[in-house]
């Protein structure tokens, strides 16, 4: 069965810090993955999105930056956090046949 | 511009009535319309979703109508029941031809089902 790995679960980082977020999806190969964050009061807001290795597009411009070394690995970094940062983030992948499918989210707070 | 919109951040109903959850959208490239549900700190979760071919798609408790020429869709779940309380995204997918899936989310609306 294909399954998708988040961590961590929570994480309270200083200003300034930097920041890695890792996802990673079983049972499947060459998925379509996902970066989404839910700041507060706020909806899903899409912020990378990668079809393959090396491949990463942004859709918002931010202090964030996304990889896929590999095919089922898909990580979320910052060099410096900022305090707009703050958030829920989601990790996601797509295959045709199987959907649309989240982690369980990173709770990331810049204090 | 906000694409996919939720004008209604919480909802609260009676256990046993009908909860409608409601949506609107701007692009008209939108071919395709999803509802998620979504507990505290956990990741959304498929609930139903309708083509925009179709006007309404039901499974079980949940329904999903599509208004096409008001850019408008509704979730109706009935009977409604207290472990129905969470967070309701709905989500937008254009179709661009290629293999990517992205989907537009509205803000949510958080439904409470009160007992």
Known sequence: ?????????????????????????????????????????????????????????SEVPQNLS?????????????????????????????????????????????? | DQQVKQNSPSLSVQEGRISILNCDYTNSMFDYFLWYKKYPAEGPTFLISISSIKDKNEDGRFTVFLNKSAKHLSLHIVPSQPGDSAVYFCA???????????????????LTVNP
């Open chain 2, 92 to 110: 937008a997918r254009q179709d661009s031809g290629g293999s990517n899936y992205k989907l537009t989310f509205g803000k949510g609306t958080l």
């Open chain 1, 66 to 111: 996304a990889s896929r070394p590999q095919d089922r690995q898909f990580i979320l970094s910052s060099k410096k956090l900022l305090l707009s940062d703050s958030g829920f983030y989601l990790c996601a992948w797509f295959m045709w046949g199987f959907g649309y499918t989240f982690g369980s989210g990173t709770r990331l707070t810049v204090v």
């Open chain 1, 1 to 57: 069965s294909q399954t998708i790995h988040q961590w961590p679960a929570t994480l309270v980082q200083p200003v300034g810090s930097p920041l890695s977020l890792e996802c990673t999806v079983e049972g499947t190969s060459n998925p379509n993955l996902y970066w989404y964050r839910q700041a507060a009061g706020r909806g899903l807001q899409l912020l990378f999105y990668s079809v393959g290795i090396g491949q990463i597009s």
